[in-house]
């Protein structure tokens, strides 16, 4: 790997993010996002940028092009199933089969590869890019038509501790709900949750709008975990998905 492809923060949010909190016009857009040279070597390097720069934040782009070898094979890799989970115009089987790849980590390819490990060869955390590719399809719009698989990763520890503070065990059964089926019709989830009495599930709704954990569009749910759409413009230019998952690996 060349040394541009520095550190983790930033592989973290440019494998899901545009730079400046910016969603692409297509889903996972890579092309010209930003022009910045080269990366920063460590993660302290973006916090200098940013006390330097209260009212913007830039962040260099990661490109196949900062990768050697083997680990441009993974980054490509990686990219495309991204896309393929998260772009409008994939087939539904692709999208699930790629989704499927993204969240039951530890599970192999065809070619013996997890996304867990392709994550760390790149020195990304797959529970930031997981949460990430959750909010875009609630931006692109773009509901799952089933369920993930039974095998595929819960939601994030960091999330859930949060949604238990906010939201309670309700909030956490909603929460956890919505990450199994991204975009759940908002009848379906109801009736999943037919346990919790009606004012409980809407007051815990609410909350995690509120908190800008859930999102609902087009009648569907999703778990968003974070909503940059909250932030004032001045925030939005800061905001760092990496950054707002500590202790996640």
């Not at 545009?18 to 070597?41: C, H, K, Q, R, S």
């Not at 955390?125 to 399809?137: D, E, F, G, K, T």
């Amino acid at each position: 790997m060349t040394s541009t492809a520095g550190s983790q923060e930033t592989i973290d949010d440019f494998l899901l993010d545009g730079g400046e909190n910016a969603i692409p016009a297509t889903p996972w857009d890579f092309v010209d996002m930003l022009d910045l040279e080269a990366l920063p070597e460590r993660p302290s390097d973006l916090l200098a940028i940013a006390e330097d720069n209260e009212d913007e934040l830039t962040i260099p782009e990661v490109t196949a092009e900062d990768y050697d070898g083997p680990e441009r094979g993974i980054y490509l890799k990686l990219r495309e199933r991204i896309r393929l989970a998260c772009n409008v115009n994939t087939p539904s089987p692709a999208r699930m089969a790629a989704a499927e790849w993204i969240f039951a980590s530890n599970s192999e390819d065809k070619e013996g590869t997890t996304f867990r490990l392709a994550c760390r060869a790149l020195g990304a955390r797959h529970i930031v890019l997981q949460a990430r590719l959750q909010y875009q399809l609630y931006w692109a719009g773009i509901p799952y038509p089933e369920p993930l698989p039974i095998i595929c990763d819960g939601l994030p520890e960091t999330i859930a501790s949060e949604i238990a503070y906010h939201a309670g065990m309700d909030g956490l059964d909603v929460a956890r709900a919505a990450w199994r089926w991204p975009g759940i019709r908002a009848d379906i989830l109801r009736e999943r949750l037919s346990d919790i009495p009606d004012k409980q599930f809407q007051r815990a709704t609410e909350k995690l709008e509120e908190t800008g954990h859930l999102g609902l569009k087009h009648g569907c749910w999703f778990m968003i975990s974070r909503n940059p759409e909250m932030f004032a413009i001045e925030g939005r230019r800061r905001f760092l998905w990496s950054y707002s998952f500590i202790g996640d690996e």
